[in-house]
């Protein structure tokens, strides 16, 4: 059995151009060859020729309990191999999914890959699926599942990404629960990629009941963001991780801590629904800042909500000094918006403020990199 192990976990995988032409090699290769043993441990096996650890081979073993031969999951742990699947790779799968030893070959097994094979994947994408969702290689609705996926996503990238976070969508039906989804989705006004890049940042919205979609419509309408606008989805990505009771508190901690009207929420709400996903110590410390430090109106904020989200430390409050430093010294010919400084990249930034006065203030750019690191260099250290 050791060899086995090795042989199949050594050799080398299939051609990647067509997995196809190696298919039935390759069932054959994996066709179950041991007999019966009375004295099969399922744990032992799943250490020695599984790679599993003592305590992943403990909690497997619970769902194997009938397995009395190494037969099965010899043939499966070779065709896993023969993908390009290395031991580790094998060893994770199982771990993950340790009903994968009983699937069938030639009934389940290879008949979905090679479906997936006419899907256009490649083996490599093959092999990433089968890592990623190891247990909807065992459903014969996978190929199907897949190929209404494929076009909606847009490419098997963008399928897989949000498989790294788990594969529930795939279980959900396609005609009662994914399609309705989508249509009231274009109903809204997103179009193909609009939803496929939804699905992919939050794709728990496959796996919500129908009625639970039409709430996250509505409540993303509530917080001022009206479906066909052009930040409709980044709302509705919001609300799909938090109840309605979260996003109202959200709301009403927004109105407290930056003195805003149900208007100045709505506006900010409908440049940039993300605010609502930021923590409380964050908006606190950033609104701090801007109001009493900076001396920005509460209602000029929530006109440019996008202030809320840049980095305190490496952003807001250094370039904050850089242009008062400027001001002070007489080096600004004319005095450009506070949003203005902020929205810059950094390059610009660097460019425009700081390089055209390296004769006047040669320590300029050290300064600016000093407190973009948290530290106070004494040249912006006003006097109050």
Request: proline fraction near 7%.
């Amino acid at each position: 059995m050791l060899h086995l192990r090795k042989r199949v976990l050594s050799g080398p995988p299939l051609p990647s151009t067509s997995p196809l032409l190696s298919l039935h090699r390759l069932i054959s290769a994996a066709a179950p060859g041991v007999s019966p043993n009375p004295a099969f441990a399922v744990d032992d096996y799943l250490v020695r020729t599984c790679g599993l650890t003592r305590a992943q081979a403990l909690k497997a073993s619970a769902k194997l309990s009938h397995l009395k031969s190494p037969a099965n999951p010899d043939a499966v742990i070779a065709f896993l191999a023969g993908l390009g699947l290395s031991g580790a790779d094998v060893a994770a799968l199982v771990a993950r999914d340790p009903q994968i030893l009983c699937a069938k070959l030639e009934r389940t097994l290879a008949p979905n890959v090679a479906g997936l094979a006419g899907l256009g994947l490649s083996q490599a994408e093959i092999a990433r699926f089968v890592s990623l969702a190891p247990d909807y290689l065992r459903q014969r609705s996978v190929v199907c599942k897949v190929e209404y996926y494929l076009p909606l996503f847009g490419s098997i990238d963008n399928l897989l990404r949000p498989l790294k976070y788990g594969s529930g969508f795939l279980g959900s039906h396609l005609e009662r629960d994914v399609k309705p989804k989508v249509s009231i989705l274009a109903e809204c006004g997103l179009g193909a990629c609009d939803i496929a890049k939804l699905f992919i940042r939050a794709p728990r919205i496959l796996c919500a009941s129908t009625e639970r979609v039409l709430r996250m419509v509505a409540c993303a309408e509530r917080i001022g963001v009206p479906r066909g606008s052009g930040m409709f989805r980044q709302a509705l990505h919001v609300v799909s991780y938090f109840s309605e009771d979260k996003i109202a508190a959200k709301v009403d901690y927004l109105k407290r801590t930056l003195g805003w009207s149900d208007a100045d929420v709505g506006i900010a709400v409908s440049k940039a629904p993300f605010l609502l996903g930021k923590s409380r110590d964050m908006l606190k410390r950033r609104s701090e800042f801007l109001i009493s430090e900076v001396g920005l109106q509460p209602a000029y904020i929530a006109h440019r909500p996008a202030l809320l989200t840049y980095s305190l430390e490496g952003r807001l409050r250094p370039r904050y000094y850089v242009v008062k430093f400027l001001k002070e010294n007489g080096l600004l010919k004319r005095d450009p918006s506070y949003y203005t400084i902020a929205k810059f990249t950094d390059k610009a930034f660097v460019e425009k403020c700081i390089c055209p006065h390296k004769e006047d203030a040669p320590q300029l750019a050290e300064d600016y990199a000093a407190a973009c690191k948290g530290e106070v260099p004494n040249s912006f250290r006003f006097k109050a």
